[in-house]
């Protein structure tokens, strides 16, 4: 059964950082493209960042770019995003997915409250 399964999100002041990570089992996910999307309460579902199999690809939103980082460790079927200089407008639901061709999987999301 494949399961990605996020972790790291919380309250935290502006400003200030958090590391979320999404840890990945049921399969090995080294040829997967793995990222982050975000669902802010009345938006739209948000990308945020991706990183390609070999991590040789990485892409941002306008929005986090500068800010926050995303890095994979395929051994350990894992990937986070290192959030810094955090914004209220960053205030969302972060969920992490895998995909290939036209496979995708989701995990179940972790909050990040991020509060003036």
């Keep these: 059964q494949v399961q990605l399964v ?3 999100g919380g309250l935290v002041q502006a ?3 958090l590391r979320l990570s999404c840890a990945a089992s049921g399969r090995t996910f080294s040829s997967y493209a793995m990222g982050w999307f975000r669902l802010a309460p009345g ?3 948000e990308f945020v960042a991706a990183i390609t199999w070999s991590g040789g ?3 941002y939103a306008d929005s986090v770019k500068g800010r926050f980082t995303i890095s994979r460790d395929n051994a350990k079927n894992t990937v986070w995003l290192q959030m810094t200089g955090l914004k209220p407008e960053d205030t969302a ?3 992490c997915y895998a995909g290939i061709s036209s496979t995708n999987y989701w995990g179940k999301g972790t909050p990040v409250t991020v509060f003036s």
Excluded: A, D, L
Aim: glycine residues 20%; charged residues 25%.
């Design 57 to 59: 690809n990485i892409n």
């Design 15 to 17: 400003g200030g950082s």
């Design 6 to 8: 996020e972790s790291g």
């Design 43 to 45: 938006k739209e579902r």
């Design 93 to 95: 639901v972060y969920y």
